[in-house]
């Protein structure tokens, strides 16, 4: 069974610095790895994806993530946060085939906060 | 993507009430998949529900606690039946989509549900 860990319950960062959230994930076979935002009161808004190929992957509002095998890390970063930034976000992996290749089994979540 | 209405938006229901939840897309799509996510929780899928077979339940959910209708490629319901405070929850519905999104599940904003 697949599995997700996203070691920080809550990351503060300053506005304009960089941020990180970390992932890291247990999977059979080759990933299938997601990260997704929650703002307040709203549904699950999908940032970005790897598949397979560059282990970069750049996503929607400037959001990147880069994918280590070795490591079995997907880690979410952004080179200068906004305060709009701050919002929960789930980390998710689903096996890349065979039965329940499409199941996506998320992390516990990690509040962002950025502080202006 | 995919323009994935829910509804309703909440609701606060009495014990031992059922509640059904609507969830409508926008276009055509074969997968649809149900969602809890308890308070401070993360997301945990309840069942897939695709057009013309039965839904799949995930272990610990069961049909006749959250039936599930599929009655056409754009619409499903998720009724949680005879509810008691520890149904407070938010359900989500999501969807995949055909051809270069696919692999990429979409969400609608979500019910938030509150049992007395």
């Known amino acids: 069974a697949q599995s997700v860990a996203q070691p920080e319950d809550q990351v503060n960062v300053a506005e304009g610095n960089p941020l990180t959230v970390k992932c890291t994930y247990s999977?059979?076979?080759?990933?299938?790895l997601f990260w997704y935002v929650q703002y307040p009161n709203r549904g699950l808004q999908f940032l970005l994806k790897y598949i397979t190929g560059d282990n970069l992957v750049k996503g929607s509002y400037g959001f990147e993530a880069e994918f280590n095998k070795s490591q079995t890390s997907f880690h979410l970063k952004k080179p200068s946060a906004l305060v709009s930034d701050s919002a929960l976000y789930f980390c998710a992996v689903s096996p890349h085939s065979g039965a329940g290749s499409y199941q996506l089994t998320f992390g516990k979540g990690t509040k962002l906060s950025v502080i202006p | 993507s995919a323009v994935i209405s829910q509804k309703p938006s909440r609701d606060i229901c009495q014990r031992g009430t059922s509640l059904t939840i609507q969830c409508q897309v926008d276009?055509?799509?074969?997968?649809m998949f149900w969602y809890r996510q308890q308070p401070g929780q993360s997301l945990t899928l309840i069942a897939t529900?695709?057009?013309?077979?039965?839904?799949?339940?995930e272990s610990g959910f069961v049909i006749d606690k959250f039936p599930i209708s599929r009655p056409n490629l754009t619409f499903s319901t998720l009724t949680v039946s005879n509810m008691s405070p520890e149904d407070s929850s938010i359900y989500l519905c999501?969807?995949?989509?055909?051809?270069?999104?696919?692999?990429?599940?979409?969400f609608g904003a979500g019910t938030r549900l509150s049992v007395l």
């Open positions: 529900a695709n057009q013309g077979s039965e839904a799949t339940y």
């Open positions: 276009s055509q799509v074969t997968m």
């Open positions: 999501s969807v995949e989509l055909p051809g270069p999104a696919k692999n990429i599940q979409y």
């Open positions: 999977v059979s076979g080759n990933p299938y």
